[in-house]
């Protein structure tokens, strides 16, 4: 892969990485906020921010090569379904051997996994919100570089378009 190929793909994945890393950050911060020593806050927005922000910028590119559907609650939730317990799961050890000095996992490594699956679903709808707002402005801004994201663009645009047309349909059959 040629370094004009990686640098395109980063930053077709950027959006989702950032918003990944917000969400760890977040965790730090509310970590913090709620008394914690900033060495655990700052492990919690390293740990968890990281992995998370790879997961999205992983879906970035997914949506962007048309793998997922623009938009859709399903494919987001899906994904999340599987990354988000990932992701807290890598948070969870990595976490413990950096306070403890040991490796580990979870207790209840099934239930902790199951419930992690669980509101996954929520943190889904929080990422797809805030992904939506964030890269498409951001890919049409790199468009002028990148063909992939003035593809995807393009794509967003058709979207819109059917949008449009099936709000007027539906006006006018009322």
Same mark, same amino acid.
């Given at each position: 892969m040629?370094?004009?190929?990686?640098?395109?793909?980063?930053?077709?994945? !950027?959006?989702?990485?950032?918003?990944?890393?917000?969400?760890? =950050?977040?965790?730090g911060? $509310?970590?913090?906020?709620?008394?914690?020593p =900033?060495?655990?806050?700052?492990t919690?927005?390293?740990? !968890?921010?990281?992995?998370?922000?790879?997961?999205?910028g992983?879906?970035?590119?997914?949506?962007?090569?048309?793998?997922?559907?623009?938009?859709? *609650?399903?494919? =987001?939730?899906?994904?999340?379904?599987?990354?988000f317990?990932?992701?807290?799961? =890598?948070h969870?050890?990595?976490?413990?051997?950096?306070l403890?000095g040991?490796?580990g996992?979870?207790?209840?490594?099934?239930g902790?996994?199951?419930?992690q699956?669980?509101?996954?679903?929520?943190f889904?709808?929080? *990422?797809?919100?805030?992904?939506?707002?964030?890269?498409p402005?951001?890919?049409?801004?790199?468009?002028?570089r990148?063909?992939?994201?003035?593809?995807?663009?393009?794509?967003?645009?058709?979207?819109?378009?059917? $949008?449009?047309?099936?709000?007027?349909?539906?006006?006018?059959?009322?």
């Amino acid at each position: 892969m040629t370094a004009t190929r990686v640098v395109r793909a980063a930053e077709l994945a !950027l959006p989702g990485f950032a918003v990944g890393l917000v969400a760890g =950050v977040t965790a730090g911060a $509310l970590a913090l906020i709620v008394g914690q020593p =900033v060495a655990w806050a700052v492990t919690t927005a390293l740990t !968890l921010g990281l992995p998370l922000g790879l997961f999205g910028g992983g879906y970035g590119l997914l949506i962007v090569h048309g793998r997922v559907r623009i938009g859709g *609650f399903a494919p =987001v939730a899906l994904y999340w379904l599987a990354a988000f317990p990932a992701a807290r799961l =890598v948070h969870e050890i990595l976490t413990r051997l950096v306070l403890t000095g040991h490796a580990g996992l979870p207790d209840d490594p099934l239930g902790f996994v199951a419930y992690q699956g669980i509101i996954s679903a929520g943190f889904a709808i929080g *990422f797809l919100w805030l992904h939506e707002r964030i890269a498409p402005r951001w890919w049409h801004r790199v468009a002028a570089r990148n063909p992939r994201a003035e593809h995807v663009c393009a794509r967003y645009a058709a979207h819109a378009q059917q $949008l449009r047309t099936a709000r007027r349909t539906s006006g006018r059959r009322r």
